[in-house]
């Protein structure tokens, strides 16, 4: 930072020199004007004056002119001459022209002292940067060392981690094989339990229910994934193992392969100069990637690619010391469950039987009762129709009456007694309408708890198939003990 204010200052220094200079040349020149030297007669001169007097009277009419005159008295005051010929105006004064000249060689000197100014300013200019170019050139080199230093000692670290765990993967995959056969006589039970689940699963409406034999084979579906475990993590685990052993191998080579390509990348970068022939114009290469890491995180994903591989080597190496002790008592255990499994299948086709039973006695009652009710309903219907001629014959009646004439309509007991007569049949006619609306609803009644019980009966026998048809066939192909062990 000092190097570079010195700098400046000196060309401040140099800039002022040259404005003096310049000044100096001017002033030299007034000064040469001052020393009883007469001015050139392109500039002004000692007798000059502001505003200028006419130097001789020119008429307007004349040999020098022709025309009239044409300016007022306050023309005269502003120094115009305007003297008209058939060929020009004239404006100015030679005094007023001597002092134009004064400023158009004041203005160029101005103009070449700032042009001086200014290329100085320029020469300095480059010289710092080319300085401040240099010295940033060789600490960016320095960088690009250390960092390709860095590189190339976490590749190889990378490099002794990958032949680590590719021995691991090979030691692991013979063990894979010795499990493999006992594994896939695992997943016979499981299967057949997850199909058995799949085939109840088609019950129909009431009888899909979570009941004992759906929780014993839910238990068989878990002990199989706990033999798994059991069996110190059995085929899937070991295929897990691998899987993550594999992942972890391709993570470090990608890593190492990045850092390769990042190491030759970097070493071209160190041996590059200004005049290497692979220099070109890369627009937009000072742009800063949003998905670019920092020196921390570099550092941290590397080291994770390592502990992350170390881990599951370590893993490895424990699943391997154990793998001897994974066939103990498992058979033992399903075999138990899948006759668990058989006495709660074998109870609830019983139980369902049963209830198939008291269901078909059941609607065998409900067809009776809804063939007496069908029986009522038609009474109730001709005993209403019974009650319409008795209601004709009293309205009759009442109508007839009202054509009595004068006082011989009269309220007598018997138009009381026929209008109560009208009454009393329209509410017993009510009363039958009502009980008849009623033995009508209790017909729909039966007749919807007759569909219910026969779509309960189809539902029970489609259960009954289920379980004994299809439950207690499927469940025959259960594996034995001998199968189970792998032999």
């Given at each position: 930072?000092?190097?570079?204010?010195?700098?400046?200052?000196?060309?401040?220094?140099?800039?002022?020199?040259?404005?003096?200079?310049?000044?100096?040349?001017?002033?030299?020149?007034?000064?040469?004007?001052?020393?009883?030297?007469?001015?050139?007669?392109?500039?002004?001169?000692?007798?000059?004056?502001?505003?200028?007097?006419?130097?001789?009277?020119?008429?307007?009419?004349?040999?020098?002119?022709?025309?009239?005159?044409?300016?007022?008295?306050?023309?005269?005051?502003?120094?115009?001459?305007?003297?008209?010929?058939?060929?020009?105006?004239?404006?100015?004064?030679?005094?007023?022209?001597?002092?134009?000249?004064?400023?158009?060689?004041?203005?160029?000197?101005?103009?070449?002292?700032?042009?001086?100014?200014?290329?100085?300013?320029?020469?300095?200019?480059?010289?710092?940067?080319?300085?401040?170019?240099?010295k940033t050139q060789l600490?960016?080199?320095?960088?690009?060392?250390?960092?390709?230093?860095?590189?190339?000692?976490?590749?190889?670290?990378?490099?002794?981690?990958?032949?680590?765990?590719?021995?691991?993967?090979?030691?692991?995959?013979?063990?894979?094989?010795?499990?493999?056969?006992?594994?896939?006589?695992?997943?016979?039970?499981?299967?057949?339990?997850?199909?058995?689940?799949?085939?109840?699963?088609?019950?129909?409406?009431?009888?899909?229910?979570?009941?004992?034999?759906?929780?014993?084979?839910?238990?068989?579906?878990?002990?199989?994934?706990?033999?798994?475990?059991?069996?110190?993590?059995?085929?899937?685990?070991?295929?897990?193992?691998?899987?993550?052993?594999?992942?972890?191998?391709?993570?470090?080579?990608?890593?190492?392969?990045?850092?390769?390509?990042?190491?030759?990348?970097?070493?071209?970068?160190?041996?590059?100069?200004?005049?290497?022939?692979?220099?070109?114009w890369k627009a937009g290469?000072?742009?800063?990637?949003?998905?670019?890491?920092?020196?921390?995180?570099?550092?941290?994903?590397?080291?994770?690619?390592?502990?992350?591989?170390?881990?599951?080597?370590?893993?490895?190496?424990?699943?391997?010391?154990?793998?001897?002790?994974?066939?103990?008592?498992?058979?033992?255990?399903?075999?138990?469950?899948?006759?668990?499994?058989?006495?709660?299948?074998?109870?609830?086709?019983?139980?369902?039987?049963?209830?198939?039973?008291?269901?078909?006695?059941?609607?065998?009652?409900?067809?009776?009762?809804?063939?007496?009710?069908?029986?009522?309903?038609?009474?109730?219907?001709?005993?209403?129709?019974?009650?319409?001629?008795?209601?004709k014959l009293a309205q009759?009646?009442?109508?007839?009456?009202?054509?009595?004439?004068?006082?011989?309509?009269?309220?007598?007991?018997?138009?009381?007694?026929?209008?109560?007569?009208?009454?009393?049949?329209?509410?017993?006619?009510?009363?039958?309408?009502?009980?008849?609306?009623?033995?009508?609803?209790?017909?729909?009644?039966?007749?919807?708890?007759?569909?219910?019980?026969?779509?309960?009966?189809?539902?029970?026998?489609?259960?009954?198939?289920?379980?004994?048809?299809?439950?207690?066939?499927?469940?025959?192909?259960?594996?034995?003990?001998?199968?189970?062990?792998?032999?």
């Open positions: 930072m000092s190097v570079i204010s010195n700098d400046k200052h000196n060309g401040l220094i140099e800039t002022s020199q040259l404005v003096s200079q310049q000044t100096a040349t001017m002033q030299s020149m007034e000064d040469d004007c001052g020393d009883n030297k007469k001015p050139p007669p392109y500039l002004p001169q000692s007798e000059d004056d502001y505003p200028p007097k006419p130097e001789c009277l020119m008429e307007p009419l004349g040999p020098w002119a022709t025309g009239s005159v044409t300016c007022s008295t306050k023309g005269g005051i502003t120094g115009l001459r305007p003297v008209v010929d058939r060929y020009t105006i004239t404006r100015y004064g030679p005094s007023e022209w001597r002092a134009h000249n004064l400023n158009i060689f004041q203005e160029s000197n101005e103009k070449i002292c700032d042009a001086q100014v200014t290329a100085n300013n320029a020469k300095q200019c480059v010289e710092q940067t080319y300085a401040a170019a240099d600490e960016t080199t320095e960088h690009l060392k250390t960092r390709a230093n860095e590189v190339y000692r976490l590749k190889t670290e990378l490099e002794h981690a990958i032949s680590a765990n590719v021995e691991e993967i090979g030691l692991l995959e013979a063990e894979r094989r010795r499990v493999q056969r006992s594994l896939s006589i695992l997943t016979i039970p499981a299967s057949i339990a997850n199909e058995f689940l799949q085939i109840r699963s088609s019950r129909l409406e009431s009888d899909l229910v979570r009941d004992n034999v759906e929780e014993q084979l839910t238990k068989e579906i878990a002990l199989c994934s706990e033999i798994r475990t059991l069996l110190n993590r059995t085929y899937e685990q070991i295929e897990t193992q691998m899987t993550e052993l594999k992942t972890v191998k391709t993570r470090m080579e990608s890593d190492w392969s990045d850092k390769v390509h990042t190491y030759n990348i970097d070493s071209l970068c160190v041996n590059l100069s200004n005049d290497s022939p692979l220099l070109l290469a000072t742009r800063i990637p949003e998905d670019q890491s920092t020196p921390t995180s570099y550092e941290h994903f590397t080291r994770e690619a390592l502990a992350a591989g170390e881990s599951a080597k370590q893993k490895s190496i424990n699943l391997r010391s154990t793998l001897n002790k994974i066939f103990i008592n498992f058979v033992k255990d399903l075999r138990d469950q899948a006759t668990c499994v058989d006495i709660a299948l074998a109870e609830n086709v019983k139980l369902t039987q049963d209830c198939l039973e008291q269901l078909e006695k059941e609607l065998l009652r409900c067809l009776r009762e809804l063939a007496s009710t069908e029986k009522l309903i038609e009474e109730l219907r001709d005993s209403t129709k019974g009650l319409n001629n008795a209601m009759t009646r009442l109508d007839n009456r009202l054509n009595r004439c004068n006082v011989e309509s009269c309220r007598d007991a018997s138009q009381f007694a026929l209008i109560e007569e009208v009454k009393s049949l329209g509410e017993q006619k009510s009363a039958l309408l009502t009980e008849l609306k009623r033995t009508e609803e209790s017909q729909a009644k039966l007749v919807k708890t007759r569909g219910t019980l026969e779509h309960e009966i189809m539902v029970k026998r489609k259960t009954l198939y289920i379980d004994k048809e299809r439950g207690q066939v499927l469940r025959s192909f259960f594996p034995s003990s001998t199968d189970l062990s792998g032999f």
